[in-house]
């Protein structure tokens, strides 16, 4: 570390700035995706915390391997579809829907599903 804050190389380079989209700021080929998958790890992960379960509890529940679990609780999904983790839900007791409602200026009837 430079004595000087003003010796610091990084004080002469320029600001970056971002798009507003940290995922695809990262290099994430489908950010929305990966926003998705995230979303659902974190479910996962505060309903086996609120639970207080084990992961082997949660192998049993979902058909899971332990290093899968310990994957997601840690927020690591590259490996996982996001119907897969829907699918992880359910087995930790989740009512898992998916709805599918017309946009603004259409009259398709919503269309509604549950796993």
């Known amino acids: 570390m430079t004595e000087n804050w003003k010796d610091d190389p ?36 505060l309903l086996i915390e609120d639970r207080e379960l084990r992961q082997i509890e949660v192998c049993d529940r979902t058909g899971l391997k332990q290093p899968d679990v310990s994957r997601i609780v840690n927020g690591m999904v590259s490996g996982f579809s996001v119907w897969r983790l829907l699918l992880v839900l359910k087995g930790l007791g989740q009512r898992v829907t998916i709805s599918v409602e017309a946009g603004e200026q259409e009259r398709t009837p919503p269309l509604a599903m549950a796993l």
């Open 10 to 45: 990084l004080e002469n380079t320029a600001p970056v700035f971002g798009s507003g989209n940290f995922l695809l700021d990262r290099g994430y080929a489908d950010p929305d995706e990966m926003r998705v998958k995230v979303h659902l790890a974190n479910r996962i992960a």
